[in-house]
Each structure stands twice: as structure tokens, then as C-alpha cells.
């Protein structure tokens, strides 16, 4: 006898699984339908906001207003009245919720309904429903009622003379200023009035201001000091606004400052630098500085110095890229002209044309970073931004013998750029020219500039006595 062989449960085939659904009851044999006619009262709304995120506990009250009569809705039954909802329960937003005339126009076949199902005698009943849209705006304040003291007084120069003080020439325009300070009253003269109510009605805002920067100078009785001076002119220099409060040197110029902000560093791209030093190449780059260091940062895994890195070598190669003007009567020396950005951009080949325009909206004239010119403090501004980005990169002991070579500068140009963001420069030492790999012969040709506390700027000069009469 032949013994049969058994399926393994491997083989066998997978139970379907049943699409029948076990229901908790038996549907109805039968369902009654039944319209519900609210003869335009109190219907239903459907309330859609198109994009718009509204609070679910928003109460919206009931508005009803008569519908105009229209030619092109005299075929159709539209309701006798349109709805409108409001609410102003939110501090800064308004709710409106009304038709649309457009939709209504566009079909004025299609309606909506609710339905409501009731089980227990099987009757299904449609109500007609209104469709709203519902759209906030942000609450236009009443202006409150100025007081006596807050109404402006009225101009006291003439329609003519505003005219010419807007469209005069140079001369026209010095005569009407001065006729203006001219006819400024003098607080002095009336002893009895105080110089609270009476005195300031009159008096328009440019005379109010003039009066108090005189009374104020009035009362300090005295030349700004020297230390004020030196405040003045340490604002006006062309270097990066340094941090006097800092307690450590990275804190004197932060490195998101310098580069123009987080956003910036975002879209350096240093990849291609990683991958060819993990294989062992040497990176070339168009900057002595930049491609020393390349190496350094990449095998530190200092992504963030790769960066910083990146775009120093935008900078420098943005500034080698600027073309001097050349004036035979020498007014123009020291001046630059930004080129055209198709000239730029074949020039700077491998970067993006934002990050080109980045670089001109922050040191050029022009807007946009497009053609333009770069005056002597603007170049002198772009120079101590990259100064102060080498020496951080360094980490604030810096030799400035490659980013001398990399901007074309003498020795003495610049440790004045050096000296400008607060360095010390001087010659290196024995222990600097051995950690350098260079002798005393050679040394002659390096500088090194250090960023330490407290930092020291070079001090305005004073004019002597003589040389000022």
C-alpha cells in the first residue's frame, strides 16, 4: 500500500481572507428620503477658509441681509437673502464669513445639502445649506482724536518758498535756511512765559529740534573732550566694529560678524577640499593662505574653519578682481571699479552669482553688488574684514607674510591694516622664526601680528597749535 503524503503547513495555501464584514445589523430593506424646505430661514451654513487656519472654539454671529436684485439671477431660484458672519472676539484679526458672488454666478445649479440619517425609522432628511468662505483681516484701529497739544502748528514758510527750498538751486536754498533760523524765537526774551505750552505750539518740529541741540550745547558749556574725539574717530574708521567688552580675543570679532552672518557660511561649499585631502592630493587654490591651511582644517575634521577658509578665499579673489580707476590728474587714486557681473563671473569662475552679489552688497556703492565704485575707505574696509578673518583663522597669532602676498601690499601697508583691528605686529622671535621654519635672514620679510587684551588702536593725531592758526 502506498502511503499518501501529507501537505506540509509550508505548502499549503494561505486561507483569503473573507470579505464579508460582520456588521453589528442588517442594513434596512427600505430608506425614505425626505427634503426639509426652511423657506430661507435659518439655514445651515458650510463654512470653508481657503488656506486659512481658524481657532475651533471662534463664535461667529448671524448676520441676514435682503440679495439684490440681478438680471442674470432672475432665471434661477437663489435664496431671498444672504448670510454673512462676523466676529471680532480675536485681539488683532476680524472674522468674515460671506457668499461669493463669483462661485454663485459660475454655477447657480449646484447646491449643498446636510444630511441627517435617523435608524430608527430609516429616514434620511436634506436640509439646504449655505456655502461661505471665511477670511480673516487684521484690524484697521480708529485713529484717535489729536489734542490741542499734538496738532502740528502750520508751516511757516509759503507754498513758493517750499518749492524752492525743494527744487532751488544750492544758493536759493542757503538763503531760505537761513531765513528760517532767523525766525526761530528766542526763549530768553519773555521772562514771564515758561517754556512749556505757549512757546512750543508755535514752533514747527525742526525749530522745537534746533532749540533743544542749542540748549543742550548751552548747557555743557564746553568742548567735547579728547577721549570724545577718539570715540568719533574709532566709529569712523573702515575696519570691523569690534567688541570693547570682550574678556576673550574670539570675542572681539565674532566670526559670524565677519563673514556676513550664519547664512553665509551655509552656502560655502568644501566638500571637494575633504575628499581630496582624505585621498591624499594637495588642494590648489588662487591664495597662498588659504591653500597653507586647507590641509590643516581638513584633517582636524573643522568643517566650520574649511568654510571661514572658503570665504576668505571669495573675498580675496573679489578683490583682486576690482579694476583701479586711472585719473591723470591723480583725484581718482586709490579708487576701484566694480566690472560688469558677466566680466565678474567669468573672472570668478567656480562661484554662484548670489554669492558674488553678497559680496559687492556689502563692500561696494553699487545696490545689488553690480557695476559700481569703491572708494578709498571701502577698500580699506574690505582689507581689515579679511586682516581680521586671517588672523582669527590663526588663531589670533598670525604671520601675514602669505596674506601680504595675497593682496599685493607692502610690509609697511600692512601692519597699518594690522594695527587698524587692534593687532600688535612686530618682527618674529626665536621661537616664532623655529615654530616658522625660517632663519634671521629670511625674517626680515615676515610679520607677525598678534590679537591680544586689551586691544590698542592707533590714536588720532592732534593737530598742533601753530599749524592751526
Known amino acids: 500500500m502506498s502511503e499518501k503524503k501529507r501537505k506540509r503547513v509550508s505548502q499549503a495555501k494561505p486561507e483569503r481572507p473573507s470579505k464579508r464584514h460582520d456588521s453589528g445589523s442588517n442594513p434596512p430593506d427600505s430608506l425614505r428620503i425626505s427634503l426639509f424646505a426652511n423657506n430661507d430661514q435659518c439655514a445651515p451654513v458650510i463654512a470653508s477658509s481657503p488656506g486659512l487656519p481658524f481657532p475651533s472654539d471662534l463664535l461667529l454671529k448671524a448676520y441676514q441681509n435682503p440679495r439684490p436684485r440681478r438680471s442674470s ?38 447646491n449643498h445639502y446636510i444630511a441627517i440619517y435617523d435608524p430608527s425609522v430609516s429616514q434620511l432628511t436634506l436640509i439646504p445649506s449655505r456655502t461661505l468662505k471665511l477670511r480673516a483681516c487684521l484690524r484697521q484701529l480708529a485713529a484717535s482724536q489729536p ?10 514758510l509759503s507754498t513758493k518758498k517750499d518749492l524752492a527750498l525743494t527744487f532751488g538751486n544750492k544758493k536759493t536754498q542757503k ?15 519773555s521772562s514771564a512765559s515758561s517754556p512749556s505750552s505757549s512757546s512750543k505750539q508755535k514752533l514747527d518740529p525742526v525749530a522745537s529740534a534746533v532749540l533743544e541741540s542749542m540748549s543742550v550745547a ?3 558749556n564746553a568742548s567735547p573732550s579728547k577721549e570724545d574725539l577718539q570715540a568719533l574717530a574709532d566709529d569712523a574708521k573702515p575696519r570691523p566694529k569690534p567688541h570693547l567688552d570682550a574678556t576673550r580675543p574670539k570675542d572681539v570679532y565674532p566670526i559670524e560678524e565677519l563673514v556676513g552672518g550664519r547664512d553665509t557660511l551655509r552656502g560655502m561649499h568644501v566638500r571637494e577640499w575633504e575628499t581630496a585631502v582624505e ?42 578682481a576690482l579694476e583701479p580707476i586711472n585719473d591723470k590728474r591723480g583725484s581718482a587714486k586709490g579708487i576701484y571699479r566694480v566690472l560688469h557681473m558677466e566680466k565678474l563671473q567669468s573672472k570668478l569662475a567656480g562661484w554662484g552669482h548670489e554669492v558674488i552679489r553678497d559680496v559687492g552688497r556689502r563692500f561696494a556703492e553699487a545696490e545689488g553688488g553690480g557695476r559700481g ?28 607674510h602669505d596674506i601680504r602676498e595675497d593682496l599685493r601690499l607692502e610690509n609697511q601697508q ?13 618682527p618674529p622671535t626665536e ?23 586689551p586691544l590698542e588702536f592707533p590714536k588720532a593725531k592732534s593737530v598742533p597749535k601753530r599749524m592751526r592758526r
Open 73 to 110: 439671477y432672475e432665471h434661477f431660484d437663489f435664496p431671498k437673502h444672504e448670510y454673512l458672519l462676523h466676529t471680532s472676539s480675536h485681539p488683532k484679526l476680524d472674522y468674515t464669513a460671506r457668499e461669493e458672488e463669483s462661485s454663485l454666478a459660475k454655477n447657480p445649479l449646484f
Open 147 to 156: 489734542t490741542e497739544e499734538e496738532i502740528p502748528a502750520p508751516p511757516t
Open 175 to 189: 538763503i531760505i535756511h537761513a531765513m528760517m533760523e532767523n525766525s526761530i524765537p528766542q526763549a530768553g526774551k
Open 218 to 220: 548751552d548747557n555743557d
Open 279 to 320: 585621498r591624499g592630493e594637495e588642494v590648489f587654490t588662487r591664495s597662498r593662505f588659504v591653500s597653507a591651511r586647507i590641509a590643516t582644517a581638513a584633517k582636524a575634521q573643522d568643517v566650520r574653519g574649511l568654510k571661514v577658509l572658503r570665504y576668505l578665499l571669495l573675498l580675496l579673489e573679489w578683490y583682486r
Open 373 to 400: 565704485n569703491l572708494s578709498r575707505w571701502q577698500v580699506d574696509r574690505l582689507i581689515t574684514h579679511v586682516c581680521a578673518i586671517a588672523v582669527t583663522v590663526d588663531g589670533f597669532v598670525s604671520d601675514v
Open 414 to 426: 600692512v601692519r597699518k591694516y594690522y594695527a587698524e583691528i587692534g593687532c600688535k605686529v612686530g
Open 431 to 453: 621661537a616664532e622664526r623655529t615654530r616658522m621654519g625660517i632663519g634671521k635672514a629670511e625674517a626680515k620679510a615676515h610679520l607677525v601680528a598678534k590679537l591680544k587684551l
